[in-house]
């Protein structure tokens, strides 16, 4: 080893060269990467370097597994192959010397063959957008190759890493339950004659539900044959068998990468560079690198050296190397457990039990154990069992080495050790435990799966041989304070103390004056965390008692009905049935309208080769583009500083406000700039750009920029905007009969309010424009990720002061939308555009997650006050309600969602005197604007809150005050619409009846008389849905269909995809109109040139719109071609085209549709509002941990009018998806805002959609049958938005659990639980003695971490 500089001039690798070439192979064919960047990830390297771009990027910081690959290394010392799911975003390429690599690309294609992981999740239905499937599908495909025959628990636990924002998680864990023990299919193995459905000897149970149509049919599914995997590399093998382990060199212009061949060389170089950092899994440094904007020049990677991937079994207990993995951890006290005698593995238990809920798979199969110690987190999940367990750590320097054992003072501070600069974690000892010991551990997070804790415990106890005399205790903590910490005083204070209930009354008041928090804590959620560290003792508290009293010993008995608080989290396998109605045996096998057709492109979104706009390969020329956007909420901007952006590498130019040749007016009320001019509303309003070569420049420059502000006083939240009266005009109402006599009729009057947080759209692909301009007559083409194609065709011209006709609009698909495309994606097309006719070079930009959750704004928070008049026997009778909404700073669609949330303030229920206001609050927050349900769900959900308030003042059962609320058929809504072929009472008898529901409640009862720790709740919720888009000139579509004289047709229409199979359906609608086959039709895009003037895909109404157009224009090439048709009868389709052709037919047409008899006023509260509407009843159940405030969806069963289904496939998926999504919104989902209007939640680390672990154990999904309809295409029913509200019932049934609770402190009654319902909240309404402990600091003294807006 040779002197080592930084600059490396003259630093040599073992073969004699400089630098070193990084040799890894990725499906298959070697990669030899001459210039390795040390900070280059995987990912990156994938799509632009090789063109893979199956591999998708959904979040760069390991949070939502798009971008999960296959890594699979030759271990030479055991002689196996090791196969691993990671996430390529956080994998560094120098990581992955003599790897190999597998992406979705290299398992299968649709022209090769399929994988049967690709094959089954698209024949299952388990890709709707299909942005989350190459991930899903790799997470799956590694799983298989490390064990053929998994269980559905194997699956689950493989998934936690994976997000899927469209599909509700049902249809793929269906899909792939297929290739479980399980399943009752062999897949293939194991068999002769191939799979055994396709032998006719899968066993049939005959139930009702099981005698239902199937989505899809496993017989048709190849099996898995793990022989014909592909290969480990050949060479790969036999360099890693042969190549001796030296030192590996990588360097760009600013890191160098070191890969020491030993210990004493890795020690060598830490003292020399006692900064670098070293880097195991890169999970943390990662996310340092990426987010916060840190340099590494030098970098440490140990990856080589045995000492520090070595495990060694003494006689103290298990000694791990710092670089062993968290699954090697995993594995080995696994076996341990199962090994070793119970008493010796009660911190292996614990260890084990957080490894369960730490992040997911990808992570645990890099992230090293030293790691999580040495990055010091004060929320670490190990670090607390560590500590509590007295494990000791070996550090080690160039000179000598210390063993330390981990107590406090090894966390020196925030993120810091006691390690000195030069020294290295070497590795840790977990001992084993002693015969009167007992560990446990405890982790709280909003979300089970892959989540960062909120708090985080392990607690050990040792007695006095033969007593329940406490002789040592450690009762370690997480997140109550800036490192992990140990509540001495309380320990010492109950030492030599018997457990009993004397010691847990002061274990409490002593830990609750202990473990305090600052009021403005960063994290928040102060009381909810200072209780948690009182609950989670009583947990283990009782959890010893219980074990103690096992032992014999004379202990207190734990009471039955305390048990269940002591019981380890465990959930059952998911199970669901899907029930529709199968199509008449009359109608002809060729049409396929109302069957369960795969969506079209789902076969290539699970090879990876369905392309996205930023997949599109680099146009020739183009550069990237970085936004500069606002770090103050309201502020001037008094100068703007560029030089040093100008001075870094690859800057090409700064787009300001000067630089837009049009209009700087923009947004659908144009009330917005392009690019803010000399003031800025909101944190992340868009003041500038920046172009450069490649995207890291592009940010790289951005982030140079130097902005001076002199800040105005914001209005962040609603209650701030109501004390200033910053509202938007006009001030809705809605108003229907009279609401005084109402008040006077009523037996009783109640008021109340509630805050509905608002909701991330978190689409999985975040927003994306490539700008082309094409050099002649200012056109310009753009590739966007939008629901609205002509709107950014508009707002473009604007900003570029062109004629329309000059741009040119592509959308191919979305990743998802939900709304979130609807208006917002024009912020950053127009400012992609500006800067590609400056330069007259495409220009490319796709917004990092943090930034898209920063700037584009999503579901509006919504406060309300109501009053509710109702009688004794609980119908209501009169209403008043004023709704606001937190509009943010500019108008958007604001106007059109609360008039939605007025015109569903009643749900489902008959209000003979009701008057609503709506309150648009300006505020200095990004503008908030559509999102699945538009308003709808915000207006419903106080709706049933004030429904349960009724039940609950009355002391009956909200079901019942439900049902006697319930329109009756031909009411009249409030805005006077009858309510025709109404078929909600249909919905609600069979949701009855399907969930159980009687006996449902009877056992809910039961369990909550046996048990005071966990409740259960039940609850049974309507809909009803009004469709059509509010403002009437939107309520049109256009299609155009050409017929080519193959007999090929192409099809196109004004509605875009972006995962809910409205291509799909418009080929079904297409097929049946025209009578060919699917497989004649193909749909390419949607472009402002084929159809003009569409309106956005939204409003739930495109395949009602769309498809009445596609209907149009088909059948007016049916009229052209009828004379061929009767002149040939015999003839084929193609004969009567080429017949048609040469007879000079156009067989070309335009189809045009509008809905009829629309047309509504607010003023005079007349004409009609809706097309028609769409109902559903949902039943929850759920079961809360009372302590912790965590819930169980245990089951769901819904039941949904969708009318004659076009799809029962994918209708079923949006009732599921929009289902799942609901539920994250009432139950999960929470924006942090700070009060000064920063975002602080930007990424699936800090903001949590539902996961996998989240779906309800049992989810029943009924499209009712027969239900009267004949108002849409086939008289059929919208279904993206209305099902998401049914999620309330989840909301509901933890209320009712909550108040199962709190009936046990005896309070009754109505109580304010605001939406989402999150573990805090929950938590914090179940009162008891442990709440009491931790009161509530007075709020006007200080300045909380977070505001609700
Ligand atoms: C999506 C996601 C989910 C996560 N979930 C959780 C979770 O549930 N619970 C939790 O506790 N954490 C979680 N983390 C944090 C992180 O994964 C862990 O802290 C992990 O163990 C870090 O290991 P690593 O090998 O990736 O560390 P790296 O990023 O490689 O290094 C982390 C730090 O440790 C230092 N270091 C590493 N090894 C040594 C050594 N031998 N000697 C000296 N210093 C060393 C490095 O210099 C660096 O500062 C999560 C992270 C992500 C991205
Ligand atoms: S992109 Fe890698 S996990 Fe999200
Ligand atoms: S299909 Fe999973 S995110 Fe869209």
């Known amino acids: 080893m040779r002197e080592l500089d930084t600059n490396m001039g003259d630093r040599m690798n073992c073969a004699g060269s400089s630098f070193d070439d990084l040799v890894f192979f990725v499906n298959g064919k070697k990669v030899v990467e001459t210039n390795a960047d040390p900070e280059m990830t995987l990912l990156t390297y994938l799509r632009r370097t090789l063109g893979l771009p199956g591999t998708k990027l959904g979040c760069a910081e390991g949070g939502c597994g798009a971008c999960t690959v296959m890594l699979s290394k030759y271990q030479p010392h055991a002689q196996k192959l090791l196969h691993y799911a990671v996430n390529a975003c956080l994998a560094p390429i120098c990581s992955l010397h003599l790897v190999s690599v597998t992406t979705v690309e290299g398992i299968g294609s649709v022209a090769r063959q399929l994988h049967p992981v690709q094959e089954r999740i698209a024949k299952g239905h388990g890709s709707q957008c299909g942005f989350c499937t190459p991930g899903i599908v790799m997470s799956m495909y590694a799983l298989l190759r490390n064990n053929p025959t998994p269980k559905m628990a194997d699956v689950e636990e493989a998934f936690q890493g994976n997000l899927c924002r469209c599909t509700g998680y049902r249809p793929i864990l269906e899909a792939y339950k297929t290739l479980t023990v399980e399943s009752g299919c062999c897949g293939g193995k194991g068999r002769e004659n191939g799979c055994c459905m396709t032998n006719g000897k899968a066993e049939e149970k005959e139930t009702d539900v099981d005698l239902a149509p199937r989505l899809f049919n496993a017989a048709d599914f190849a099996p898995l044959d793990p022989t014909q995997e592909v290969i480990f590399p050949p060479e790969l093998m036999s360099l890693s068998k042969t190549q001796k382990t030296c030192s590996l060199h990588f360097r760009s212009d600013r890191a160098v990468w070191l890969q020491p061949a030993n210990l004493e060389e890795f020690l060598d170089l830490k003292f020399k560079h006692p900064d670098a950092r070293v880097v195991v899994g890169n999970t943390e440094v990662g996310i340092e690198v990426k987010f916060k904007n840190m340099l590494y020049p030098v970098i440490l990677a140990p990856a080589f050296i045995p000492e520090l991937h070595r495990v060694t079994h003494t006689y103290e207990g298990i000694v791990f190397g710092a670089a062993c993995t968290l699954t090697q951890v995993g594995e080995v006290l696994k076996e341990a457990v199962e090994a070793l005698p119970p008493y010796m593995t009660q ?31 004060p929320i670490s999940d190990l670090n607390p069992v560590f500590m509590a367990a007295s494990c000791k750590l070996t550090l080690m320097d160039k000179d000598s080495s210390r063993v330390v054992q981990m107590d406090d003072t090894f966390f020196v501070g925030y993120r810091r050790t006691m390690l000195r ?80 209930e004397k010691l847990l009354e002061e274990a409490c008041s002593s830990l609750a004056e202990e473990l305090t928090l600052d009021p403005s804590v960063p994290g928040g959620m102060v009381i909810y965390r200072r209780t948690l560290t009182l609950s989670l003792f009583y947990k283990f ?61 789902a076969l290539k979104q699970a090879t990876g080769e369905a392309v996205y706009c930023d997949d599109m390969p680099l146009f020739e020329n183009e550069v990237y583009l970085a936004l500069i956007t606002s770090s103050k909420a309201h502020a001037r901007i008094l100068s703007i500083d560029e030089s040093a952006a100008e001075c870094s590498p690859g800057f090409i130019c700064c787009v300001f406000a000067a630089d837009i040749p049009g209009s700087n007016t923009t947004g659908i009320m144009h009330d917005e700039t392009v690019l803010a001019d000399g003031q800025v509303t909101c944190v992340g309003h868009i003041i500038g750009a920046v172009v450069a070569d490649t995207q890291l420049h592009a940010q790289r420059a951005a982030k140079a920029i130097r902005i001076q502000y002199e800040e105005l006083q914001p209005i962040i939240t609603i209650q701030e905007a109501i004390a200033a009266k910053s509202f938007y005009q006009p001030i809705r109402t809605l108003q229907k009969g009279d609401l005084e006599a109402g008040f006077k009729q009523a037996d009783h009057i109640l008021e109340g309010e509630m805050h509905i947080g608002g909701q991330e759209h978190f689409y999985l692909e975040t927003n994306v424009t490539v700008a082309v301009p094409r050099g002649e ?50 912020l950053l097309s127009t400012v992609v555009s500006v800067a590609a006719h400056k330069l007259r070079r495409p220009v490319r930009c796709m917004l990092d997650r943090d930034e898209d959750m920063l700037i584009t704004g999503g579901r509006h928070p919504f406060y309300a006050k109501y009053k509710v008049g109702f009688l004794k026997s609980g119908k209501v009778v009169a209403l008043d309600v004023s709704y606001y909404s937190n509009t943010g700073n500019s108008r958007d669609l604001s106007l059109s969602v609360m008039e939605r949330a007025l015109s569903h303030m009643e749900n489902s229920y008959s209000i003979a005197n009701v008057h609503g206001r709506g309150f648009l609050c300006r505020t200095n927050l990004p503008s908030n604007t559509a999102f699945r349900g538009f308003g709808g769900p915000q207006g419903m959900m106080f709706a049933e809150n004030w429904i349960t308030d009724v039940a609950q003042s009355l002391g009956r059962p909200a079901d019942e005050v439900r049902r006697i609320n319930l329109y009756q058929r031909g009411e009249l809504t409030p805005f006077n619409q009858v309510l025709e072929q109404y078929t909600l009472d249909l919905c609600w008898d069979e949701c009855l009846s399907r969930s159980r529901y009687r006996q449902s409640r009877a056992a809910v009862e039961l369990y909550n008389r046996q048990n005071r720790w966990t409740k259960r709740g039940l609850a049974i919720v309507p809909t009803k849905f009004g469709i059509s888009f509010t403002a009437v000139f939107l309520n049109q579509a256009g299609a155009l269909v050409h017929i080519y004289t193959d007999g090929s047709v192409l099809l196109t229409h004004g509605g875009t995809e972006m995962g809910q199979g409205l291509h799909t359906k418009m080929v079904q609608v297409a097929s049946r109109v025209l009578g060919v086959p699917c497989s004649k039709i193909h749909i390419s895009e949607t472009s402002t040139q084929t159809v003009p003037n569409t309106s956005p895909t939204a409003a739930s109404a495109s395949s009602d719109l769309n498809g009445a157009a596609v209907k149009n224009a088909c059948q007016l090439l049916n009229e052209r071609l009828e ?21 000079r037919v156009n067989l070309s047409a335009n189809g045009f549709y509008k809905t009829p008899d629309l047309g509504y006023d607010f003023e005079t509260n007349s004409g009609r509002l809706f097309n028609y509407f769409s109902y559903g009843v949902a039943c929850s159940e759920v079961e809360v941990d009372c302590l912790t405030g965590a819930h169980k969806n245990l089951s769901t069963t819904i039941v949904m009018d969708v009318g004659v289904s076009l799809n029962p496939a994918i209708d079923i998926g949006q009732v599921e998806g929009a289902f799942m999504q609901g539920v994250g919104l009432f139950t999960l989902e929470e924006l942090h805002y700070s009060p000064e209007g920063v975002l602080l939640s930007r990424g699936p680390g800090s903001y949590k959609i539902p996961a996998f672990g989240d779906i309800p154990r049992k989810l029943t999904v009924s499209l009712l049958r027969d239900g009267a309809h004949d108002k849409a295409i086939f008289a059929s029913k919208a279904v993206g938005e209305p099902p998401l509200f049914l999620a309330s019932s989840v909301f509901f049934a933890i209320k009712d659990a909550i108040s199962a609770a709190r009936a046990e402190s005896g309070i009754a009654g109505p109580f304010r639980l605001d939406s989402p319902a999150s573990a805090e909240r929950i938590r914090n309404a179940c009162n008891d003695r442990f709440t009491k402990l931790c009161p509530v600091a007075d709020p006007g003294i200080f300045r909380p971490w977070s505001v609700q807006v």
């Open 541 to 601: 508290y009782l959890t010893v008692l219980q074990k103690l009293g096992g032992q014999g010993l004379n202990v207190e008995e734990v009471r039955s009905n305390f048990l269940s608080a002591t019981e380890i989290y465990h959930q059952e396998p998911p199970s669901s049935v899907q029930i529709y109605q199968e199509v008449p045996q009359t109608q002809h096998p060729d049409d396929v309208v109302g069957r369960p057709v795969m969506h079209l492109s």
């Open 421 to 500: 600069p030069q020294e290295i974690l070497l590795s840790i000892e977990i001992p084993y435990s002693r015969k009167q010991q007992f560990v446990s551990a405890f982790k709280q997070s909003p979300r089970r799966e892959d989540d960062i804790s909120i708090v985080t415990a392990a607690m050990s106890v040792t007695f006095t041989p033969g007593t329940c005399v406490v002789e040592d205790l450690r009762l370690s903590y997480g997140g109550m304070a800036p490192t992990t910490v140990l509540a001495k005083n309380t320990a010492n204070k109950l030492l030599g103390r018997c457990w009993g």
């Open 347 to 377: 911190v292996f238990i614990a260890v084990l039990e957080q490894l369960r809920w730490f992040a997911g798979q990808q992570i645990r199969n890099v992230a090293a154990v030293g790691g999580n110690i040495m990055t010091a987190s």
């Open 777 to 826: 007559d200012d056109e310009i083409e753009l590739f966007v990720s939008t629901q609205a194609p002509s709107e950014t065709q508009s707002l473009v011209a604007m900003a570029l002061g062109i004629p329309a006709n000059r741009v040119v609009v592509h959308v191919k698909r979305m990743g998802g939308g939900f709304g979130g495309k609807e208006s917002r994606t024009t």
């Open 1123 to 1143: 004379p061929y048709k009767s002149k040939n009868p015999k003839g084929s389709w193609e004969d009567w085209v080429k017949a048609a052709y040469l007879d």
